[in-house]
């Protein structure tokens, strides 16, 4: 698929008034949210962290992954900086907007993961 038809089709689908964020967000978390936090050690990998970290969510739709990663973990003691890559800029601004703590809002790159770059000082 050409970067041109991902980032019209993500636009097409991704804008106010064309989704239901809600009922999205029940049809995704049941098997990408689950199979995504089960397939990967996130516990392991934030219980031998304390302090601020930094992820890139790269095709972060309208943000509910966070919130899903959070519920899981009960994440304490951490603050977590947040980088997201997405083509929609409508699921760009809701990610920010549902964010809560401990993810802080750092980063937003309107681009494909396709043709998306990134060099060491763009995300400091």
């Known amino acids: 698929m050409s970067n041109e038809l991902v980032i019209h089709r993500s636009n097409s689908y991704?804008?106010?008034g064309a989704l239901d964020t809600e009922r999205w967000s029940k049809i995704a978390e049941l098997p990408d949210y689950n199979s995504l936090l089960s397939e990967f050690d996130w516990a392991t990998v934030f219980s031998s962290r304390t302090g601020e970290l930094t992820l890139l969510d790269c095709g972060?739709?309208?943000?509910h992954f966070p919130k899903a990663l959070n519920d899981q973990l009960q994440l304490e003691d951490v603050t977590i900086q947040y980088?997201?890559?997405?083509?929609?800029?409508?699921?760009?601004?809701?990610?920010?907007?549902n964010l809560q703590l401990p993810f802080i809002a750092r980063n937003s790159f309107n681009s494909t993961i396709q043709s998306f770059s990134i060099d060491e000082t763009t995300c400091r």
Do not use: F, I, N
Request: charged share 30%; proline share 9%.
């Open 14 to 16: 991704y804008k106010e």
């Open 83 to 97: 980088d997201t890559v997405d083509p929609s800029e409508y699921s760009l601004t809701t990610h920010r907007r």
């Open 60 to 63: 972060c739709g309208p943000g």
